[in-house]
């Protein structure tokens, strides 16, 4: 992974390989400025020349994938740092309900004569609910933060997932759409999303699977994408034209494929029945903040191209990526060529900056505990990157990570193998003061499967 480089004024220079950046530090030419992500900071120059970089940008639900690209010409692109933003949408929805439900047990129980407002309220033009933009705050906190970290000169964004309209009605723009080198990646992506990247009749996964009708086409079935579905080779040849009722009530070889996958004939139609008209959630969630994350992005002053999933998936498919959310990141837009992209991913979750709120409250909304009013204890605060050197005892030992403070001056630490609980302030050391985010390090041999190296 690349190191990032600051001059004597702070400004961007091109990143370092990380032993350049050891012995700048240990010539004296050089401190650390910054541990996550790391960055260092000359002492004896000021400005200097640069190079074209590029900031990849793979929006998601719940995670988002950035890398910052180095171009050459030929449309090429080496990869200098990838990361994965983890968002806390869902944390900030259910904290808001719990909210609005205590509110209403105070307001039913003290102003029950009040005549009800709720209807007076109005938002403005282009608003979107709190969980929703906090994705697009803390992309852009994120591209803002490496834009003064490197001298990035273009962004490139996934701008669309899924092209819904389209996909429902294909003649929309002419059958040009459908032709070329993308032809069926935006259907087939949005099918294995939605269905789970497993035959929706048995259940079948790890298996190459077909676009299936389920309104077969001889019996009136149209081509839109809420009459399509993925089996395994077995079902669709077996289905043929049969309609849905009928194959999972006369197939006898579905019916023993769904015993060997501990599935019911009834359960498994009741599911597919019900998910043909379930849409998706994340992909919902993704398309509501698409365009405002596209115009904030405009607000850089930076080129912001756009290109759509179907053509990441292809770039990654045609030089034979695997497929993460920083990858995906990587291999979006146009280009021909991706180079060292087997470096480390770190991973990002936003992790709040604590809580305002110091009564902690039963399921109906009454006290039950009270939290301490100070924010910091000996100089610490929940969140800090810490280093605990424990000289002896059960404990001892060199830990690395996030600190949880206690009043009692006994704090926890996040390290790499788990938290370690009750390390006292003495033997803490102070690495990087929170900013709301708990940091991770995921090695490329860990990429496509097993968990990686914990860092906070």
């Avoid at 669709?236 to 197939?251: E, I, R, T, V």
Wanted: glycine share 8%; hydrophobic share 35%; charged share 25%.
């Amino acid at each position: 992974m690349a190191i990032f480089v600051l001059d004597k004024k702070k400004q961007p220079l091109m990143p370092c390989s990380e032993k350049r950046a050891r012995l700048l530090l240990q010539r004296g030419r050089a401190v650390v400025h910054k541990r996550y992500p790391f960055t260092i900071r000359l002492k004896d120059r000021v400005g200097g020349e640069t190079q074209p970089l590029r900031l990849g940008i793979d929006p998601g639900s719940k995670t988002t994938g950035l890398a910052l690209m180095r171009e050459t010409e030929g449309e090429q692109r080496h990869v200098l740092c990838l990361f994965e933003l983890i968002h806390r949408g869902f944390q900030i929805k259910k904290a808001l309900q719990q909210r609005a439900a205590f509110r209403r047990r105070r307001r039913s129980a003290n102003l029950r004569y009040r005549a009800p407002r709720f209807n007076n309220r109005t938002k403005p033009k282009g608003w979107l609910a709190p969980s929703l933009q906090h994705r697009v705050d803390t992309v852009m906190a994120w591209a803002n933060r490496l834009s003064r970290l490197a001298p990035v000169t273009a962004i490139s964004q996934e701008l669309v997932r899924f092209d819904t309209q389209k996909l429902e009605n294909p003649e929309i723009s002419g059958v040009e759409y459908q032709q070329g080198t993308l032809l069926g990646y935006e259907v087939r992506e949005y099918l294995l999303e939605k269905w789970g990247r497993e035959c929706a009749y048995c259940g079948t996964g790890d298996t190459p699977l077909e676009i299936e009708h389920v309104v077969p086409r001889s019996r009136g079935g149209s081509n839109r994408v809420s009459n399509l579905t993925l089996s395994c080779h077995p079902c669709n040849q077996s289905k043929d034209a049969l309609p849905l009722a009928g194959f999972f009530a006369h197939d006898e070889g579905l019916r023993k494929r769904l015993k060997a996958n501990g599935l019911s004939a009834d359960a498994q139609l009741e599911r597919v029945q019900r998910q043909l008209k379930q849409p998706m959630r994340d992909a919902s969630a993704v398309n509501a903040t698409r365009w405002a994350l596209f115009s904030a992005l405009k607000t850089t002053d930076l080129p912001v191209a756009v290109s759509s999933g179907g053509r990441t998936k292809y770039n990654r498919q045609r030089l034979n990526i695997p497929k993460t959310h920083a990858l995906d990141a990587a291999c979006v837009g146009a280009f021909e060529k991706l180079h060292d992209w087997t470096v480390p991913t770190l991973t990002i979750k936003a992790m709040g900056r604590g809580s305002y709120q110091r009564t902690r409250l039963t399921k109906h909304g009454f006290p039950r505990g009270y939290l301490m009013r100070q924010k910091q204890v000996h100089g610490f605060q929940t969140g800090d990157m810490v280093r605990a050197i424990v000289p002896t005892g059960k404990k001892a030992g060199t830990y690395t990570g996030r600190v949880a403070i206690r009043k009692t001056g006994s704090f926890n630490v996040q390290a790499e193998h788990g938290a370690v609980q009750g390390i006292s302030h003495k033997y803490c050391t102070l690495i990087q003061r929170s900013d709301g985010y708990g940091y991770y390090i995921t090695p490329f041999t860990n990429l496509t499967g097993g968990a990686g190296q914990a860092v906070a």
